[in-house]
């Protein structure tokens, strides 16, 4: 939600849980890139899920690309997998674009 108006985006994956989280993240992206005045945000490289002997949880670490100034640079993300890998995706995504993402808006 972003000045009382919800953003909801759609994206068809395969049944492989790698394919559904990497359609997790670019739901993300698009409703973020509707949000900005300019779509920085391209794409997610990268997506893992890693167990952590420390941490009843694996979590989910990811990287983004984001446009500034014309140059993509990638920004970290993770989030822990509590129910959901793919709201952990999402939730990573959104770790990831906070950073860059408030000199845009």
Do not use: W, Y
Not at 40 to 52: D, G, L, N, S
């Amino acid at each position: 939600m972003h000045g009382g108006k919800v953003f909801q985006k759609t994206v068809l994956s395969s049944t492989s849980e790698q394919d559904q989280l990497i359609a997790a993240t670019k739901a993300t992206i698009e409703a973020i890139n509707e949000i900005i005045p300019t779509p920085i945000v391209t794409k997610v490289p990268e997506i893992q899920q890693i167990k952590f002997k420390e941490l009843s949880e694996p979590i989910i670490v990811l990287l983004v690309g984001v446009k500034i100034k014309g140059e993509e640079r990638l920004f970290p993300g993770t989030a822990r997998i509590s129910n959901s890998a793919c709201k952990a995706a999402v939730r990573a995504t959104l770790d990831a674009i906070n950073r860059p993402i408030g000199l845009f808006l």
